[in-house]
């Protein structure tokens, strides 16, 4: 899809970031990586003094690894595409429909600049970013980002404005797979600039954008919903699945409470003298002594041959 221009020749897209400013922010992101590397290595060199040759090649290794690769990929993924020295130019890495980056941009990112960077002293990413029409290098490319310009004159970023209460929940079902990155980003910029334009021309592009959207989604255009609140609504639903699927599963489940389970009793046998039955990895209490009732005192009897004969019967013999 072509970028959308409004009446007053305005196109509503990202300002990418050239090679020049680009150049500016990986020289100081660098300067700042080497700089911790030496004093690491330094430190590391006097520590492993003892070590074997072998043992000091895998810690130079390692550390190279984890400080010139690791840490940039690190600071990217959370920071949301905010470095040091792009922070410093105004710049800041996105994804191609203007969402933040994740774990996986940063990585295929920190992957290729090794190749574009280290290997080859930035001549390959300056090829590439010379080429590209947005200013991409390699790295961009396979990840699906854009460095873009955060900090124009006269501009600032504004959020993507919330849908109505009386649609919050309504595309859950919609299926978004299809929507492909050019016109969600159309979309994102409009919805983010539509206070700045024209009542009629916002009006215009906000239904032609809610037709590409229908077409793309194969569902049926809402009845009695606007065009720019149907798609405040369903860039709200893209943000909560993006949301939802930042929780890893695990997590997920462990903030779920817990149900019970309860094994199927298995039919046993009664327990020795008809007692309970004893099931096995179950805690069986020790058995209580019998409860014996108290008995009421009795008067001692006397004994027989000093009782007196009862009257019965029958005659005493002689």
């Not at 070590?51 to 984890?66: G, P, R, Y």
């Not at 009664?270 to 099931?279: A, T």
């Amino acid at each position: 899809m072509s970028d959308l221009v409004t009446g007053d020749a305005v196109v509503l897209g990202l300002r990418p970031a050239r090679l020049p400013s680009r150049a500016l922010a990986i020289m100081l992101d660098l300067a700042v990586y080497v700089a911790g590397y030496l004093l690491i290595t330094l430190g590391l060199t006097f520590a492993t003094a003892s070590l074997d040759e072998a043992a000091q090649a895998a810690v130079a290794v390692s550390s190279f690894i984890l400080i010139l690769i690791g840490v940039p990929i690190a600071v990217e993924t959370l920071s949301h595409g905010r470095s040091l020295g792009k922070l410093a130019c105004g710049l800041r890495v996105v994804r191609d429909d203007g969402g933040p980056i994740r774990f996986r941009h940063a990585l295929v990112r920190g992957a290729m600049g090794v190749v574009e960077l280290y290997m080859f002293f930035g001549a390959v990413a300056c090829i590439a970013s010379l080429v590209s029409a947005r200013g991409r290098r390699l790295g961009d490319v396979f990840a699906g980002t854009l460095v873009i310009r955060e900090r124009v004159p006269g501009a600032r970023v504004m959020p993507v404005p919330p849908p109505p209460p009386w649609l919050a929940g309504r595309f859950a079902g919609l299926d978004l797979s299809g929507v492909p990155d050019g016109l969600w980003l159309a979309i994102r910029q409009y919805l983010t600039r539509m206070n700045q334009l024209d009542p009629q021309t916002g009006a215009t592009m906000a239904a032609r954008l809610a037709d590409d959207l229908v077409a793309r989604t194969g569902a049926p255009a809402p009845v009695g919903v606007p065009a720019a609140a149907f798609l405040m609504a369903v860039v709200h639903e893209r943000q909560s699945r993006d949301a939802a699927r930042a929780f890893s599963p695990a997590r997920v489940q462990a903030q779920q409470p817990q149900v019970p389970v309860y094994a199927p009793v298995p039919v046993v046998a009664p327990g020795p003298h008809g007692g309970m039955p004893v099931m096995p990895g179950v805690p069986v209490a020790a058995p209580q002594p019998p409860v014996v009732a108290a008995v009421p005192a009795v008067a001692p009897v006397a004994p027989v041959g000093a009782q007196p004969p009862r009257a019965t019967g029958f005659a005493p013999p002689a």
